[in-house]
């Protein structure tokens, strides 16, 4: 079969044992000398969430210094369109829901324009949906990238999980472990490591591991004598580990792990579906373990300390899963806002639910609550043509033509 008709499942494995086989895999991908990661977690450019699992794994496989990425129709509504000659990464994820046209009166519906209505509709199984998507490299018009930096340093917030996750880490040998059956690490001593940054990243990796057990995760088999079945938790637990390390800043190393290289290049031969499997269960443990870290109250914006009491043009406030811009004000008071997740188009006036609980948002973010909306408010909508999401539940993905 030609290469161009494989399964995306099998054209990613492929390639990643190649690169595995070639030792130029994302696993061996050189550590900063600083004592920070070398990875950055890939995010959408419009939405700024962060892709998941195999999505994630494919878009890191890239290698790209911008961790931003829009499909194309994404990159045109947001108005940094893809460059002439740009090159797309293709994924795979699964989606909940999907835009169709709505159906009044038992015709389709269409707007003055002669538009067709569009509505967003659940499904009762998610469906796979296929996306290229397009670094922030590729996209004109793009503002300068700014990374917010975390008040805590890597090795605070490293600390803070273990002090949380409940594992005692015992300074044992000159390996790492994670026994399931005491429910304990083994690790060696701090000064062993070359960097206190490595230690850190080491024992999350371990962390991962202790995922595993019957409190947390409950992830089955991972602790059978098998090797086959260590060649599996450890694929999961080193990528699991990069993404950890993309969140907290911290190196990621290889290691003593190495030696798996080989085994997993055969395995991935075997088996194309287990990377995919692989990175969506590292996904889990990942966010598990991020899970654990305290949540530090943050302060006030000086901007918000005073109370708001109505909506500006400009303002973008995160709400119910998404991020509502503020992209037009009419002098009477009411705004169109956009759904920064499906590029819907609402217009609202003060009286509306949705306008209050945004303003809600503004002055208590922690707390807001949805505010139903009053029977028969209009809303005037302008809906625009279904944009892929990646950052949804994330099953396979792609690579890059």
């Given at each position: 079969?030609?290469?161009?008709?494989?399964?995306?499942?099998?054209?990613?494995?492929?390639?990643?044992?190649s690169?595995?086989?070639?030792?130029?895999?994302?696993?061996?991908?050189?550590m900063?000398?600083?004592?920070?990661?070398?990875?950055?977690?890939?995010?959408?450019?419009?939405?700024k969430?962060?892709?998941?699992?195999?999505?994630a794994?494919?878009?890191?496989?890239?290698?790209?210094?911008?961790?931003?990425?829009?499909s194309?129709d994404?990159?045109?509504?947001?108005?940094?369109?893809?460059?002439?000659?740009?090159?797309?990464?293709?994924?795979?994820?699964?989606?909940?829901?999907?835009?169709?046209?709505?159906?009044?009166?038992?015709?389709?519906?269409?707007?003055?324009?002669?538009?067709?209505?569009?509505e967003?509709?659940?499904?009762?199984?998610?469906?796979?949906?296929?996306?290229?998507?397009?670094?922030?490299?590729?996209?004109?018009?793009?503002?300068?990238?700014?990374?917010?930096?975390?008040?805590?340093?890597?090795?605070?917030?490293?600390?803070?999980?273990?002090?949380?996750?409940?594992?005692?880490?015992?300074p044992?040998?000159?390996v790492?472990?994670y026994?399931?059956?005491?429910?304990?690490?083994?690790?060696?001593?701090?000064?062993?490591?070359?960097?206190?940054?490595?230690?850190?990243?080491a024992?999350?990796?371990?962390?991962?591991?202790?995922?595993?057990?019957?409190?947390?995760?409950?992830?089955?088999?991972?602790?059978?004598?098998?090797s086959?079945?260590?060649v599996?938790?450890?694929l999961?637990?080193?990528?699991?580990s990069?993404?950890i390390?993309?969140?907290?800043?911290?190196?990621?190393?290889?290691?003593?792990?190495?030696?798996?290289?080989?085994?997993?290049?055969?395995?991935?031969?075997?088996?194309?579906?287990?990377?995919?499997?692989?990175?969506?269960?590292?996904?889990?443990m990942?966010?598990?373990v991020?899970?654990?870290?305290?949540?530090?109250?943050?302060?006030?914006?000086?901007?918000?300390?005073?109370?708001?009491?109505?909506?500006?043009?400009?303002?973008?406030i995160?709400?119910n899963?998404?991020?509502?811009?503020?992209?037009?004000?009419?002098?009477?008071?009411?705004?169109?806002?956009?759904?920064?997740?499906?590029?819907q188009?609402?217009?609202?006036?003060?009286?509306?639910?949705?306008?209050?609980?945004?303003?809600k948002?503004?002055?208590?973010p922690?707390?807001?609550?949805?505010?139903?909306?009053?029977?028969?408010?209009?809303?005037?909508?302008?809906?625009?043509?279904?944009?892929?999401?990646?950052?949804?539940?994330?099953?396979?993905?792609?690579?890059?033509?």
């Amino acid at each position: 079969m030609s290469e161009e008709f494989k399964p995306l499942a099998e054209q990613i494995s492929e390639r990643m044992a190649s690169l595995l086989n070639d030792n130029r895999s994302i696993f061996t991908k050189p550590m900063k000398d600083d004592g920070t990661s070398q990875f950055v977690m890939p995010i959408n450019a419009k939405t700024k969430q962060k892709y998941a699992g195999a999505a994630a794994l494919v878009l890191l496989m890239q290698n790209r210094r911008d961790p931003r990425w829009l499909s194309f129709d994404q990159a045109r509504y947001n108005k940094t369109p893809v460059k002439k000659g740009a090159h797309g990464t293709l994924i795979e994820f699964m989606s909940n829901n999907k835009l169709q046209q709505k159906v009044e009166n038992g015709e389709p519906a269409f707007k003055e324009n002669g538009r067709p209505k569009m509505e967003r509709v659940k499904l009762d199984e998610p469906v796979k949906v296929d996306a290229w998507l397009f670094n922030g490299k590729d996209l004109d018009k793009l503002k300068e990238l700014k990374i917010k930096t975390h008040p805590n340093t890597p090795i605070e917030r490293a600390q803070a999980i273990i002090d949380t996750a409940g594992v005692k880490i015992e300074p044992e040998g000159m390996v790492t472990h994670y026994d399931r059956a005491t429910d304990t690490i083994q690790m060696p001593a701090k000064e062993e490591f070359e960097k206190p940054e490595l230690y850190y990243a080491a024992a999350l990796h371990e962390l991962a591991h202790a995922t595993s057990h019957e409190s947390r995760l409950a992830r089955p088999d991972v602790d059978m004598p098998a090797s086959d079945q260590l060649v599996r938790e450890e694929l999961r637990a080193n990528i699991a580990s990069i993404l950890i390390s993309a969140e907290l800043d911290l190196p990621f190393d290889l290691g003593e792990h190495a030696a798996y290289t080989a085994d997993w290049a055969k395995l991935l031969t075997d088996e194309p579906l287990e990377l995919f499997n692989a990175a969506n269960d590292a996904q889990k443990m990942a966010d598990f373990v991020i899970g654990l870290e305290p949540k530090i109250e943050q302060k006030q914006d000086k901007e918000r300390s005073a109370w708001v009491s109505k909506l500006d043009e400009g303002m973008e406030i995160p709400y119910n899963g998404t991020v509502y811009k503020v992209i037009e004000k009419d002098i009477k008071g009411p705004v169109k806002v956009e759904d920064q997740n499906t590029g819907q188009r609402i217009r609202i006036t003060p009286s509306t639910g949705l306008y209050k609980s945004l303003v809600k948002e503004l002055n208590n973010p922690a707390q807001a609550e949805a505010i139903t909306e009053q029977q028969g408010e209009e809303q005037e909508q302008e809906e625009e043509p279904e944009l892929e999401l990646a950052e949804e539940q994330t099953r396979s993905a792609g690579r890059k033509r």
